[in-house]
């Protein structure tokens, strides 16, 4: 046997081996069970948008290590390991200031009962809301003294109440919410938390249209699709942060026709960022400041 061969088969055997204790360490975790349950306030409401995670588990792709309750404050885990299991409960998201509560359980626990204080809450009825075959969340953002924008997300029940938990008391909000899918975006400015429900009225929209020109459009991409480059690109709109060099929070996205044109519907008044490009880098992002109702906006690639 020559020595090439050799090193062939050694190398040969080693990938089988690796995947072999990947395959039977996939199997353990399938073999488990789920940790199921509900998260509450003190006097028994559901609390939406917290962050479920399993204490131990390998932050990595292939591994879900967290979950987040949906608009009835529900969960459930991936399966896991038999046998006890901490999770690290926190209302807000990963970024909210909020320290984390530890809660002692077992995998196979289908009616764990969690009670967490939310902290300051945004209640809303986003009226006229339509739902969609599945949940869509809204968002609040608020500006940061260091110019930072931080962004809070909560699903949105089906009559388009919401609730966002963990929020600063001295700032004022802003939301932004799809209440008819890409059709129709609303934007509502100086929330501040309370307890009350305040309502969010449709507000007018308007569109923002134009076309991509340049020969590269009729080009091969090398990235992301081996069609034409006009498939590959993606045209951004974004709800500018005001006094930072942040590109601001997507507020939809859309691709080409087939000349080059796009239209993006439904955006409330106001000026935005709107980013031409692809996620493979063949074309870098090119952004132009728009004010929502221009239909003649031209992105030249040549």
């Known amino acids: 046997m020559s020595r090439g061969l050799r090193t062939a088969l050694i190398a040969v055997a080693a990938v089988a081996a690796w995947l072999a204790v990947a395959w039977a360490g996939d199997r353990g975790r399938a073999a488990g069970r789920p940790v199921?349950?509900?998260?509450?306030?003190?006097?028994?409401?559901?609390?939406?948008?917290?962050?479920?995670?399993?204490?131990?588990?390998?932050?990595?792709?292939?591994?879900?290590?967290?979950?987040?309750?949906?608009?009835?404050?529900?969960?459930?885990?991936?399966?896991?390991?038999?046998?006890?299991?901490?999770?690290?409960?926190?209302a807000g998201g990963p970024?909210?200031?909020?320290?984390?509560?530890?809660?002692?359980?077992?995998?196979?626990?289908?009616?764990?009962?969690?009670?967490?204080?939310?902290?300051?809450?945004?209640?809303?009825?986003?009226?006229?809301?339509?739902?969609?075959?599945?949940?869509?969340?809204?968002?609040?953002?608020?500006?940061?003294?260091?110019?930072?924008?931080?962004?809070?997300?909560?699903?949105?029940?089906?009559?388009?109440?919401?609730c966002?938990?963990?929020?600063?008391?001295?700032?004022?909000?802003?939301?932004?919410?799809?209440?008819?899918?890409?059709?129709?975006?609303?934007?509502?400015?100086?929330?501040?938390?309370?307890?009350?429900?305040?309502?969010?009225?449709?507000?007018?929209v308007m569109e923002i249209a134009g076309r991509v020109r340049g020969t590269r459009l009729f080009s091969v991409p090398t990235g992301e699709t081996r069609g034409l480059l006009r498939d590959a690109i993606r045209v951004d709109v974004f709800a500018p942060a005001a006094g930072t060099r942040s590109s601001g929070l997507l507020v939809t996205s859309t691709r080409l026709e087939r000349d080059g044109s796009f239209r993006v519907r439904g955006l409330p008044p106001g000026t935005y960022e709107v980013s031409v490009g692809t996620h493979a880098g063949d074309v870098w992002s090119v952004e132009k400041s728009v004010k929502a109702g221009t239909t003649d906006v031209i992105f030249d690639l040549d």
């Open 36 to 90: 199921a349950g509900v998260v509450r306030d003190a006097e028994g409401r559901a609390i939406p948008a917290v962050e479920i995670e399993v204490e131990g588990l390998p932050k990595s792709w292939r591994v879900q290590h967290s979950w987040r309750t949906d608009v009835h404050g529900r969960f459930q885990t991936s399966a896991l390991s038999e046998g006890p299991a901490v999770l690290l409960v926190k």
């Open 164 to 204: 966002f938990v963990a929020l600063p008391l001295d700032r004022e909000l802003e939301l932004w919410a799809e209440t008819e899918g890409s059709r129709r975006h609303v934007v509502a400015r100086g929330l501040k938390p309370s307890a009350q429900e305040q309502r969010i009225e449709p507000v007018e």
């Open 95 to 162: 970024r909210a200031h909020s320290a984390a509560t530890r809660v002692e359980t077992r995998a196979g626990v289908r009616d764990l009962v969690i009670v967490l204080d939310p902290g300051p809450q945004l209640l809303l009825h986003l009226v006229d809301y339509v739902p969609g075959q599945q949940e869509r969340w809204a968002r609040v953002r608020w500006v940061e003294p260091d110019g930072s924008w931080p962004v809070r997300y909560a699903p949105i029940r089906k009559d388009g109440w919401v």
